[in-house]
């Protein structure tokens, strides 16, 4: 990277704390104000910088417009797909993506088991709202408002012994995942079938996204399911880091209790 160009991105994260003018600009690159001013300029042709009335200069209007229109093409299916398959390989397990629109929580993407028992799940079909790992994880994010009008809103159908069976009772389970940060449906919507998912998370640091490995109680059992945790979490913090263009938090990733 030419100098110029290093010395003039150098200049978007200072004017990030706040409005700063020519001499703080200068002083922090550790250049004379005549090759701050330059840069400035140049950056403020483009709309990336701003020259306020009080000679001070913060981030432009362009660069947040760029910044949104980035956000909105990111693709978390596309992003996703690739640590699915990794994640789908290291375990052998099926893997879900899911999503949280218009009331609904849908399946986005699928990487089936290499077992001989198949679920049934298919892309683009919603889940079991009040029992389903990726369900719980999606609601658990949302506002407490919002997440008890939805709560009261559903219906709680009894699935298996094991399903929610009302909305005081799912909204103890929103907020006991919200807290640990993970979630699972260990028979909840099927008896035979367990299910352990961690939240991706956006720039924002809001879930965007959810991602799951299940499995039928034939081929591994809901103890043995759950030692894979840290793995699915480890999994969905590469796919937060890369969706949100932020790193990888270095925080081990919570055991089930």
């Not at 042709?45 to 200069?57: F, K, M, N, P």
């Amino acid at each position: 990277m030419s100098q110029s160009v290093d010395r003039a991105l150098s200049i978007l994260p200072l004017l990030a704390e706040g409005p700063a003018d020519l001499g703080k600009v200068a002083d922090r690159l550790g250049v004379h104000k005549s090759t701050a001013l330059r840069l400035l300029r140049t950056l403020d042709e483009h709309g990336l910088v701003y020259r306020q009335s009080d000679q001070r200069y913060r981030l432009g209007a362009r660069l947040f417009a760029l910044a949104q229109e980035a956000v909105e093409n990111l693709d978390v299916r596309e992003i996703a797909h690739p640590h699915l398959v990794r994640l789908n390989e290291s375990c052998g397990h099926t893997v879900h993506l899911a999503v949280y629109e218009d009331g609904e929580v849908l399946y986005l993407d699928k990487v089936d088991s290499r077992y001989p028992v198949r679920m049934y799940s298919r892309i683009g079909r919603p889940v079991a709202l009040t029992v389903a790992a990726v369900a719980k994880l999606l609601l658990a994010d949302l506002p407490e408002a919002e997440r008890r009008t939805v709560a009261g809103g559903l219906d709680y159908p009894l699935y298996t012994p094991r399903s929610t069976p009302n909305a005081p009772a799912f909204l103890r389970e929103l907020a006991k995942v919200r807290e640990q940060g993970w979630a699972t449906d260990l028979g909840g919507h099927e008896e035979s079938i367990n299910c352990v998912a961690a939240p991706i998370r956006g720039a924002d640091g809001k879930v965007a996204a959810a991602l799951s490995v299940s499995a039928p109680n034939v081929v591994v059992g809901a103890d043995e399911l759950l030692t894979l945790l840290p793995l699915v979490r480890r999994t969905a913090d590469a796919v937060s880091a890369e969706y949100s263009g932020r790193p990888p938090e270095n925080d081990p990733a919570k055991e089930p209790a």
